[in-house]
């Protein structure tokens, strides 16, 4: 119901019963936000936040990259992000301020020599180039595609994990709800959806691949003063009404004064929500690395 | 909801207290308990959002009911009125930008009213980012309306208007403090406050303490956070407050890998502060260390506890200076900042009477200081769920488990990034002495994207699942012990997190995320009772209440509404 316009990313009600979400905050005050990659899909045809800046000319680009190779990657890193003795270039506030090498020429012209930095007897239009080629360089990877192996596990131990400690034959089974899983889904969703039980949401990237099985809603059951009981899929529920969809559909809301009507919500995550204390970074992976493996 | 025919007979400025002149803020009310008005951010200067009106009550807040609802528009068409309704009101329109961007919320529809709304001489200030109103709070009438052209930033929220004397101060998501005459909206002056190249965005209320005007700003890439103080009458800059070192010899520089990661460290101030008359100390949270999801080349060490991020400082008004900090998160990896509101309290503390400062974290942690000089009293835990933390050291501060970072293979911690709370403000309440506040206990998987911690800039580098809750709840901390008395558990996936507010009637009034203010009787350290409720929507601010003409009002937005209470 937090599913505002503006934020869909960061307000969706997440564990059927379980949660809420807080009002979008922002970043370094919020949840997570989306990444520019999803972000531009989630937010409609909205512009960036911030103004980007227009592509200088490829060969301008190329140009000034091979002089920062020659000239300068040896303190600031041949990516510019910092080298041994040179600071991080890509997020310098003089940098980011510079629009065209009018900040940066009488640095490299001058050098700081408090600093440690020399001069560089570069002309303006080749420090423009190296303005141009920095200003083309990502300033974060927020929201890039992670290309990292999250499988760390032990799946000996996961298998040992599922039928044993875990628990986890209790509901499932790997020939029957959870065959074929591993070839179903990438990793980190398996890993995901281990400790969700299937009701988590991604803030971030999402995975590529087959969608989520949706989880099994909460039923609540409704025991009325005459004694009759309703009971359906949850909609809803607070201290004063709960609205239920009985199982041809048909939508209910009762009042409630106290304990009246008596209300009785069961939730199909529960085993999960009890496990989130409990869990171990460790048996996670190892039961990710087994799920993996059952293609 | 009134949209009647009387209203056409309103005259906008015939106003509860009379004259045109007598609208502005008289500033001596600002040092005092909240009453009759709503004179800033959080009512009054301690943040403790308790009220001690008590014309509404438990016995009769069930009849609390609708007095108006006044639906906003944002952008330059968002007056109010036309051929069938009230009065046309004027929109002035300001800002820099010759192409405003175009942001839904800002420049057209339905804005995110979030912020606190002040309510002066019968007059209510509401602000959403980019825009502001002016209302009758008789009737919800709209008499001004103020839209910036912006020339973007991140317009995630404001939190709200200053006032001084007949003065509004509005802060925009691309970097302006702008002064607006009250009466009539129009523009006195506007300045920029941060630089909006190194993507600064300005979302919180200024707040006004003599004749200062404190604005905090906030950032999401590697830019150091300040706090500044401007003239009310001139806008010109007082003195400027780096959260961070900036040079070399500044205190606190020993704490960071290098001047460079300091320079590039973060700890915005992002939230309005507590300002305490007696000793003219502003104290305010700071944000969060950035990179913020890597310690490796800002705080590679034990030592390097990157001062004064995650950090509650308290700043002289008059100077500038820095009297005291207390870091409550030593080397943050979450983004969990310290911003939340620090909540002045005068009371007895293991048997010694003490002013002191508490602040319930983001990260799940609640803390007590002494505010006089900022000593240590108290560190408990109030989120059950929250398991980042392998310990708390001897200042109190909570130690980092290393193993509860962004990880390649991921870890399950709580909070979510989100926080066990966020910006939505507690309550304490002097009755019981209870710290109320709205807790999350969310877990979610972090997972580290990229193993170059150079490539981890601002937010980058991180990518969380949320994997699960134990529910939202509102936590009653007992600041003695720092124990819980109660937990109220919202049903369902409830738990409105946007703030709270208690009165000396016996009222905790909060949000219950299936779209209702309710109205809770609180019983000491029993759990509160629900005893009234509305059905509103998506509730975006915490509550607050005044009087007006006599009555008091509960007031409180919703889906870009503003809705005032009152007893029949």
């Keep these: ?295 | 909801m009134t949209r009647t025919g009387k209203l056409l007979l309103l005259i906008p400025f015939c106003l509860p207290n009379g004259s045109l002149g007598g609208q502005g803020l008289d500033p001596a009310l600002l040092t005092k308990p909240a009453t009759d008005s709503w004179p800033t951010y959080a009512g009054d200067y301690s943040q403790r959002r308790y009220s001690s009106l008590a014309q509404i009550d438990a016995a009769n807040v069930r009849h609390l009911s609708l007095a108006w609802v006044r639906r906003l528009t944002a952008g330059p068409s968002g007056g109010e009125g036309g051929v069938f309704g009230p009065p046309a009101s004027p929109t002035i329109t300001g800002g820099v930008a010759e192409n405003p961007v175009t942001i839904p919320g800002s420049t057209s529809g339905s804005p995110r009213l979030s912020g606190s709304i002040l309510q002066v001489n019968g007059i209510l200030y509401v602000s959403s980012p980019d825009n502001a109103w002016a209302i009758d709070a008789l009737d919800g009438h709209v008499l001004w309306h103020y839209w910036w052209k912006s020339r973007g930033g991140t317009h995630i929220g404001n939190r709200g208007m200053a006032m001084y004397g007949n003065w509004l101060y509005m802060e925009t998501p691309d970097d302006y403090l702008v002064s607006l005459d009250a009466k009539t909206g129009t523009e006195r002056w506007h300045k920029e406050i941060a630089d909006f190249n190194q993507q600064y965005f300005s979302t919180t209320a200024p707040v006004v303490v003599g004749d200062h005007v404190l604005v905090g700003t906030g950032d999401d890439l590697d830019s150091p956070g300040f706090l500044q103080s401007f003239d009310p009458t001139t806008g010109d800059l007082q003195w400027k407050f780096y959260a961070v070192p900036m040079n070399k010899g500044d205190p606190g520089l020993e704490t960071w890998a290098s001047l460079d990661a300091a320079r590039h460290g973060g700890a915005q101030v992002w939230m309005p502060g507590s300002y305490d008359p007696e000793t003219h100390l502003y104290i305010f949270g700071t944000g969060n260390p950035t990179p913020a999801y890597t310690a490796m080349l800002r705080g590679p060490l034990d030592a390097h506890t990157n001062l004064y991020t995650c950090s509650v400082i308290a700043v002289n008004v008059d100077t500038g200076k820095m009297a005291w900090y207390y870091q409550t998160s030593p080397n943050d990896t979450h983004d969990w900042d310290a911003t939340q509101p620090p909540v002045l309290v005068d009371g007895v503390f293991q048997g010694k009477p003490r002013k002191m400062v508490m602040q319930a974290s983001r990260n799940g942690y609640f803390f007590v200081l002494d505010r006089i000089n900022g000593e240590h009293l108290l560190t408990t835990k109030y989120s059950d769920a929250a398991n980042w933390a392998q310990g708390v050291n001897a200042k109190g501060q909570l130690v980092r488990n290393p193993e509860k970072d962004n990880t390649v293979a991921g870890s399950l911690v709580s909070p979510d990034n989100g926080g066990a709370t966020n910006w939505f403000p507690p309550s304490y309440d002097p009755q019981s002495g209870l710290f109320y506040v709205v807790l999350r206990e969310l877990y979610a998987m972090y997972y580290l994207t990229n193993k170059d911690p150079r490539m981890l800039v601002g937010l980058g580098g991180s990518e969380q699942d949320v994997v699960g809750s134990l529910g939202t709840s509102i936590a009653a901390i007992d600041y003695q012990t720092g124990k819980l008395a109660w937990k109220y558990r919202f049903e369902g996936s409830g738990g409105g997190a946007t703030g709270l507010l208690t009165t000396v009637g016996g009222l905790l009034f909060a949000n219950d995320g299936v779209g209702s203010l309710v109205a809770f009787g609180l019983q000491g350290r029993k759990p509160p009772v629900p005893l009234w409720h509305a059905h509103i929507g998506s509730i975006e601010n915490a509550a607050e209440t005044y009087t007006v003409d006599g009555r008091q009002y509960v007031l409180v937005t919703a889906e870009g509404s503003v809705y005032a209470f009152y007893l029949q």
Aim: glycine share 10%.
């Design chain 1, 1 to 295: 119901m937090h599913a505002r316009r503006r934020f869909p990313f960061v307000a969706t009600a997440i564990i059927a019963f379980a949660t809420s979400m807080c009002a979008p905050q922002s970043p370094a005050q919020v949840p997570p936000r989306t990444p520019q990659a999803t972000q531009a899909t989630a937010r409609g045809n909205r512009p960036p936040d911030y103004p980007v800046r227009p592509p200088a000319p490829p060969e301008q680009v190329a140009h000034g990259e091979q002089l920062f190779r020659g000239n300068c990657s040896f303190c600031h890193g041949s990516d510019a992000r910092g080298g041994e003795t040179g600071p991080n270039l890509v997020r310098a506030q003089v940098v980011l301020t510079d629009q065209h090498g009018e900040l940066i020429t009488p640095i490299v012209q001058n050098g700081i020599p408090a600093r440690g930095m020399p001069k560089f007897a570069l002309s303006v239009a080749d420090i423009a180039a190296i303005a141009a080629w920095l200003h083309s360089q990502p300033l974060s990877d927020r929201g890039a595609p992670s290309n990292l192996d999250i499988l760390v596990g032990n799946a000996k131990q996961g298998e040992a994990y599922f039928n044993g400690a875990g628990r986890c034959t209790q509901c499932h089974s790997v020939t029957g709800d959870l065959a074929g899983i591993g070839g179903k889904y990438e990793p980190k969703t398996i890993q995901n959806l281990i400790v969700s039980g299937g009701a988590g949401i991604r803030l971030g990237r999402q995975p590529a691949g087959a969608a989520r099985p949706k989880a099994p809603p909460p039923t609540v059951a409704v025991t009325l003063p005459s004694g009759q009981i309703v009971k359906g899929d949850l909609d809803h529920i607070s201290a004063f009404v709960v609205a239920l969809r009985e199982a041809d559909g048909t939508y209910r809301s009762f009042a409630r004064h106290d304990s009246v009507p008596k209300v009785v919500v069961t939730n199909p995550l529960q085993w999960h929500i009890d496990m989130l204390p409990k869990w171990r970074d460790a048996d996670i992976h190892d039961l990710t690395a087994y799920l993996s493996m059952l293609k």
